[in-house]
């Protein structure tokens, strides 16, 4: 009988180069300026299940959902060989 959980597959060596997908983009700020955000005032965000303020859209549904993915994208390279610590998805060079 069969273990009823997935076996790990074989780690690949992951270079630099495999790799530039996930690099984060540089040009990200030359499109988005402070002042565009600053003139929306106290706007609500409208989104398929309503509205909400700006800060709690960001608290309650934006950044939980940018920190689900970036552990996940860690998990995943993890699993597929990438030797990734919890250093890396905190952001912390080593030494």
């Given at each position: 009988?069969?273990?009823?959980?997935?076996t790990?597959?074989?780690?690949?060596?992951?270079?630099?180069?495999?790799?530039?997908?996930?690099?984060?983009?540089?040009?990200?700020?030359?499109?988005?300026?402070?002042?565009?955000?600053?003139?929306?005032?106290?706007a609500?965000?409208?989104?398929p299940?309503?509205t909400?303020?700006?800060?709690?859209?960001?608290?309650?549904?934006?950044?939980?959902?940018?920190?689900?993915?970036?552990a996940?994208?860690?998990?995943?390279?993890?699993?597929?060989?990438?030797?990734l610590?919890?250093?890396?998805?905190?952001?912390?060079?080593?030494?």
């Amino acid at each position: 009988m069969q273990p009823a959980y997935r076996t790990r597959r074989p780690a690949t060596q992951a270079t630099p180069s495999s790799l530039h997908a996930f690099k984060a983009p540089s040009t990200t700020s030359r499109f988005v300026e402070p002042a565009h955000f600053d003139s929306l005032g106290e706007a609500p965000i409208v989104t398929p299940r309503g509205t909400a303020r700006r800060e709690a859209y960001l608290r309650d549904f934006a950044l939980p959902n940018f920190f689900f993915h970036l552990a996940t994208v860690h998990a995943i390279l993890r699993h597929n060989g990438v030797p990734l610590g919890k250093l890396d998805y905190l952001g912390i060079k080593k030494p």
